[in-house]
């Protein structure tokens, strides 16, 4: 995903976006029936297990909530599970006070904020990290019930969504940049264009969900630009086995890179500003 390009921003409020086009690396489509629950040898706050009953690979990826089981998780790693198999996931808690519930999760394609993904870049302690970001929420917007995440995220719903209303991605497009207050915030990037349309709505509610607090500052595109020059330049490394794929690293000081490899292709790309103010809160 070296040959990346990027288009004209549209800005919405705080919020900036920016197209990126590049070559197509991997046909994987991601659909497929799972089920997602709390994992058969005992409840774990840092693992859930994925079954694939489907006839085709499933894609999950990295800061996807899965609500329910024991409490509400994200992923912290995107995974490839192939058809008819089953794999332990990588998890962190976005729900600090429940610790009951069911032994399965549903998948309703809501992402975790930014600022709580940027959480997963910590050094030390990632879960604590998150939950810190999660109080963020309840300081600025008031408690929930059980520190939720998906509660505030359902509280401002209406306002994500009227940030957000009309943005399409366009043909061709395997990847967005999100600019928050100003600067390049972080970009996905994907394999193929028909994997972005199906996270494309829920990367822009995650991104608003953070834009609602910011100051509505424009991101012009030649940062939007040396930002990915710079995420280029990053050398990147399959770092361990998920599923059926590789989870790839890299970090500068100018990018933090994860993602995910499947049959020698790249599926999945997060390029992360790690001195965005998102990035550096609760660092």
Request: glycine share 10%; net charge neutral; charged share 25%.
């Amino acid at each position: 995903m070296s040959e990346l390009h990027v288009g004209h921003g549209t800005t919405r409020d705080a919020m900036t976006i920016f197209p990126i086009w590049g070559e197509f690396t991997s046909t994987l489509s991601g659909t497929a029936d799972v089920v997602v629950g709390e994992c058969a040898r005992g409840v774990q706050v840092g693992t859930l297990q994925v079954v694939n009953r489907g006839a085709g690979p499933a894609l999950l990826l990295e800061g996807q909530v899965l609500e329910g089981g024991w409490q509400n998780r994200m992923l912290a790693r995107s995974v490839v599970v192939e058809r008819h198999a089953r794999a332990d996931v990588d998890v962190v808690c976005v729900e600090e006070q429940r610790w009951n519930g069911e032994p399965t999760h549903r998948h309703a394609g809501r992402r975790a904020s930014l600022r709580v993904r940027a959480g997963l870049r910590q050094d030390a302690d990632r879960q604590s990290a998150v939950w810190e970001r999660v109080r963020h929420y309840e300081d600025r917007h008031g408690a929930t019930r059980t520190r939720s995440f998906t509660d505030h995220a359902d509280r401002r719903a209406s306002q994500v969504e009227s940030l957000i209303t009309d943005l399409r991605p366009l043909p061709g497009q395997i990847g967005v940049l999100v600019a928050l207050a100003g600067q390049p915030t972080v970009a996905e990037v994907f394999g193929n264009d028909h994997l972005l349309q199906r996270e494309f709505d829920s990367i822009l509610r995650a991104a608003a969900l953070d834009a609602l607090d910011l100051a509505p500052t424009p991101t012009p595109s030649r940062r939007a630009r040396r930002f990915l020059e710079r995420a280029a330049v990053t050398s990147v490394r399959r770092s361990r086995p998920v599923g059926a794929g590789w989870s790839v690293e890299g970090a500068s000081q100018y990018a933090q890179i994860s993602g995910l490899d499947h049959d020698d292709g790249a599926v999945h790309r997060v390029l992360t500003n790690p001195r965005h103010e998102l990035a550096l809160a609760g660092a």
